[in-house]
């Protein structure tokens, strides 16, 4: 316990001679089953272990965190100590947290005014959105992409209901953006959504009533045995958890399915770190005048240059710009 709470400062320290005694440095966890946070849920965490995924049948591991750990969240790696048999009625212990690739945030709340991060180390973000019956939104999908990218996130958006109207027009949209679109409906083939899902970690967000259940009732068939049974030792299922849950594909792959999503944080998000995700525009913007905005009202931007020129296309700019617009709406 001691040994850990010294981790903070550690880094003023003189530069530690070799033979600093073992005990006095960082704790060695590399030797610890490694598992994946699945679910949250009370200050009890689901973990599966790594090692397991070649089955996918190895049972949840239930946790508390060590004392040292600040947060942990769904899709967290982490280091596991004690009891790891997933037993009923045993604890684990989080040991520690591994660095993560990716954080998505959500934003603040009545209830909680603090902007949180709902899933750590996700490769991708799939924004489910109906082409009809809710009729689409599309500065919502803006913002989702928005927060992909800030995120350093792959965005994809899956376009549901193709049988109720026409997906052309948002996928006009979304084109000039580069992002991956698939469009399905009643009775559609998901072979290239589960194509586009294997062998990484998705998360599924979407409107109620977009279709985002079917669609992952299609794709795990006993998401519903799977979360109910993660949550036996806290005697919660899948319908009374409020919490992002982590799915394993059949196919390989996982998906975090977050229910009760609200809305992503993107009141500090700068134009530059939505920029980072366009690499093309970002090199453009090297020749704007000192502080440009890079927004529509802006004279002299590099990127309208590059427009009115030709080595720029119209649509991916003000593409560009529409979602960043979208950072302000709610
Ligand atoms: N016409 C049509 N209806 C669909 C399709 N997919 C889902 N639905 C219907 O749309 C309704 C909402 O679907 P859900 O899967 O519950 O939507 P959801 O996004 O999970 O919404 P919540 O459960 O409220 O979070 C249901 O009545 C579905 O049967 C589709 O491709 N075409
Ligand atoms: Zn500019």
Do not use: W
Request: aromatic residues 2%.
């Amino acid at each position: 316990m001691g040994r850990h709470d010294d981790d903070d400062h550690a880094r003023f320290e003189r530069p530690r001679r070799r033979t600093r005694p073992r005990t006095k440095e960082r704790p060695d966890y590399s030797g610890l089953p490694l598992g994946r946070v699945v679910t949250v849920d009370r200050g009890r965490y689901s973990v599966r272990l790594e090692e397991d995924r070649a089955d996918g049948t190895g049972d949840a591991i239930t946790a508390a965190k060590a004392r040292s750990i600040r947060g942990v969240v769904v899709g967290d790696l982490v280091r596991l100590d004690g009891d790891v048999t997933g037993a009923e009625g045993t604890l684990s212990r989080i040991a520690e947290v591994l660095p993560r690739t990716t954080v998505l945030r959500r934003t603040a709340d009545d209830d909680d005014p603090i902007e949180r991060i709902v899933v750590a180390n996700a490769d991708q973000l799939v924004v489910v959105a109906a082409l009809a019956d809710p009729p689409p939104r599309p500065a919502l999908i803006d913002r989702c992409l928005v927060a992909a990218f800030v995120a350093g996130m792959d965005p994809l958006v899956i376009l549901t209901k193709s049988d109720l109207a026409s997906p052309d027009e948002m996928i006009a949209a979304l084109e000039p953006l580069d992002v991956a679109v698939l469009v399905i409906g009643r009775d559609a083939d998901l072979a290239e959504v589960r194509a586009s899902l294997a062998d990484r970690i998705s998360v599924l967000v979407g409107h109620s009533g977009v279709g985002k259940s079917t669609l992952v009732n299609q794709l795990v068939p006993d998401a519903f045995r799977t979360t109910s049974h993660v949550n036996a030792v806290t005697g919660r299922g899948r319908h009374t958890s409020t919490g992002s849950v982590v799915l394993d594909l059949p196919g390989g792959g996982r998906i975090v399915d977050t229910p009760g999503f609200r809305s992503f944080g993107l009141a500090h998000v700068e134009v530059e770190d939505v920029l980072k995700a366009f690499t093309d525009l970002h090199e453009l913007t090297r020749d704007c005048p000192r502080g440009c905005t890079h927004l529509v009202d802006e004279p002299e931007c590099a990127m309208d240059v590059a427009v009115a020129d030709g080595r720029l296309s119209p649509a991916r700019l003000a593409s560009f710009r529409r979602i960043l617009e979208s950072r302000e709406q709610v």
